[in-house]
């Protein structure tokens, strides 16, 4: 892999991950652009207890432009875009609408192909491997920034999830505080290890899950499931078979063989709902351990997460949507109207021959 950093004409940043070590990254943007201006500010609700961003800027940010004025195709002639160059393998650059910005974190933006009607499931391993490689970089870069606690790198796909942009990309939040679910999975563990004498929450979880009948697939290094309290019609925990804390963590074996796992777990979403159906909307997460400390959490250290991923569809059958209601909105209590056992058989049941 070859990595460029390069900044864009308002001061973002902006780097080329590379295949090969010898692509020459030179273009320069050429757009009038005026210095981003942010108003993101972090509240916090007293009575829940978690932050929100308050980010007024963000009304303004493109919304589902034609193909052909596309902000995350290369540039091409006159037709200038975020991407100065020609062409590209995999680009990381800041947000222009962040959510988050300056003392209050930072938002990116992942590309994974130059290709605008590809998705990350027609990727090859090569490219799905140098995407992973992108997220470890900036994870590791982020977590030096001193306002970032927790990065959190994720994928949107589908106009029915919210996305504005359809070529095919993702995004990375870097917090300034451990995030509200983050903390769930921390109190749990620590919970879990002060009743158990000292077992691991995370490990227990899998144990469980691999000599269940909830494994979707599974590989040396990683093995996907339905997990017993899904809260999504379709939903897979993606975790490495060593425990990790986050994707820095992972060695060599893991890091090859991602990319051949990943890709038939989003290649079976594909398929779940049948010949004909439009690609399935999905939500694709990873968790990683927050960077500062974790004195809250008693008896937790980093080493006690698991980093994992978790992809789930808000399509619940074919033609509808799973939306969240009265429940899973104003309390927070999810209703599955698919079995989680269901589920896993459906996912086994359309592995690619």
Same mark, same amino acid.
């Given at each position: 892999?070859?990595? !460029?950093?390069?900044?864009? /004409?308002?001061? @973002?940043?902006?780097? +080329? +991950?590379?295949?090969?070590?010898?692509?020459?990254?030179? $273009?320069?943007?050429?757009?009038?652009?005026?210095?981003?201006?942010? #108003?993101?500010?972090?509240? @916090?609700?007293?009575?829940?207890?978690?932050?929100?961003?308050?980010?007024?800027?963000?009304?303004?940010? =493109?919304?589902?432009?034609?193909?052909?004025?596309?902000?995350?195709?290369?540039?091409?002639?006159?037709?200038?875009?975020?991407?100065?160059?020609?062409?590209?393998?995999?680009?990381?650059?800041?947000?222009?609408?962040?959510?988050?910005?300056?003392?209050?974190? @930072?938002?990116?933006?992942?590309?994974?192909?130059?290709?605008? %009607?590809?998705?990350?499931?027609?990727?090859?391993?090569?490219?799905?491997?140098?995407?992973?490689?992108?997220? #470890?970089?900036?994870?590791?870069?982020?977590?030096?920034?001193?306002?970032?606690?927790?990065?959190?790198?994720?994928? %949107?796909?589908?106009?029915?999830?919210?996305? !504005?942009?359809?070529?095919?990309?993702?995004?990375?939040?870097?917090?300034?505080?451990?995030?509200?679910?983050?903390?769930?999975?921390?109190?749990? /563990?620590?919970? *879990?290890?002060?009743? !158990?004498?000292?077992? %691991?929450?995370?490990? /227990?979880?899998?144990?469980?899950?691999?000599?269940?009948?909830?494994?979707?697939?599974?590989?040396?290094?990683?093995?996907?499931?339905?997990?017993? /309290?899904?809260?999504?019609?379709?939903?897979?925990?993606?975790?490495?078979?060593?425990?990790?804390?986050?994707?820095?963590?992972?060695?060599?074996? &893991?890091?090859?063989?991602?990319?051949?796992? +990943?890709?038939?777990?989003?290649?079976?979403?594909?398929?779940?709902?049948?010949?004909?159906?439009?690609?399935?909307? +999905?939500? &694709?997460?990873?968790?990683?351990?927050?960077?500062?400390?974790?004195?809250?959490?008693?008896?937790?250290?980093?080493?006690?997460? &698991?980093? *994992?991923?978790?992809?789930?569809?808000?399509?619940? =059958?074919?033609?509808?949507?799973?939306?969240?209601?009265?429940?899973?909105?104003?309390?927070?209590?999810?209703?599955?109207?698919?079995?989680?056992?269901? $589920?896993?058989?459906?996912?086994?049941?359309?592995?690619?021959?």
């Amino acid at each position: 892999m070859k990595k !460029t950093s390069t900044r864009l /004409a308002d001061g @973002r940043e902006l780097i +080329y +991950y590379d295949l090969r070590d010898d692509s020459v990254r030179n $273009a320069t943007d050429r757009r009038p652009l005026d210095r981003t201006v942010t #108003t993101s500010e972090i509240r @916090r609700d007293p009575l829940l207890g978690d932050s929100v961003a308050i980010a007024s800027h963000r009304q303004g940010r =493109t919304y589902h432009p034609p193909a052909d004025e596309c902000p995350l195709c290369p540039s091409a002639g006159d037709r200038l875009s975020e991407i100065p160059d020609s062409s590209y393998d995999v680009v990381v650059f800041e947000n222009r609408f962040p959510s988050l910005a300056g003392d209050s974190g @930072r938002c990116e933006v992942v590309c994974f192909t130059s290709d605008h %009607n590809a998705s990350f499931g027609e990727l090859t391993e090569e490219q799905a491997g140098l995407v992973l490689e992108a997220w #470890t970089d900036r994870t590791s870069e982020l977590s030096h920034l001193p306002s970032v606690e927790q990065v959190f790198c994720f994928e %949107n796909r589908g106009a029915e999830i919210g996305v !504005t942009l359809q070529h095919p990309h993702g995004q990375i939040y870097a917090y300034p505080f451990t995030t509200p679910r983050t903390a769930l999975m921390l109190r749990s /563990a620590a919970t *879990h290890k002060e009743m !158990t004498g000292g077992e %691991n929450l995370f490990d /227990a979880v899998l144990e469980r899950e691999l000599a269940g009948e909830r494994v979707v697939l599974e590989g040396e290094h990683w093995v996907a499931f339905v997990p017993y /309290a899904a809260h999504w019609p379709y939903e897979v925990h993606l975790y490495p078979k060593r425990r990790v804390p986050d994707l820095l963590g992972l060695d060599e074996g &893991a890091r090859t063989e991602f990319p051949k796992v +990943y890709l038939e777990l989003l290649r079976r979403f594909d398929r779940i709902f049948g010949e004909g159906e439009a690609p399935t909307p +999905y939500i &694709a997460a990873w968790h990683q351990a927050p960077f500062g400390a974790l004195e809250e959490f008693d008896g937790v250290v980093r080493e006690d997460f &698991a980093l *994992h991923l978790e992809l789930f569809t808000i399509r619940r =059958t074919s033609g509808k949507l799973k939306f969240l209601a009265g429940s899973e909105s104003g309390m927070n209590v999810f209703i599955n109207d698919v079995p989680p056992e269901r $589920a896993a058989e459906r996912l086994r049941e359309v592995a690619s021959s």
